[in-house]
């Protein structure tokens, strides 16, 4: 358990923390948006770079999944569609 003296000094920090915030959004709006922008970007680079490996891990299953009889003939048949759409790779 947290004593009373952690706890004062954990508010300290936490109103420091939101004071910096606070300050630093209102006086360099420019700053704030070069940032955001810069993070919007990173996280919108990260979710196509992981939706593709996650496609690519399942294409890469899906293949081997061929070798297996009750699942293989469908599987096949997803694969061939694929082939004949133009899908590279497969």
Known sequence: MESPKEIKELAKSIDRLVYTVANFASNKPKKAFYISLIKGIAF?????????????????????????????????????????AGVKGI
Do not use: W
């Open 44 to 84: 919108g680079f990260g979710s196509v770079l992981g939706a593709t490996l996650l496609v690519a891990i399942f294409i890469y299953l899906l293949a081997k999944i061929q070798l297996v009889p009750v699942l293989g003939d469908f599987v096949k048949d997803i694969l061939e569609y694929m082939k004949a």
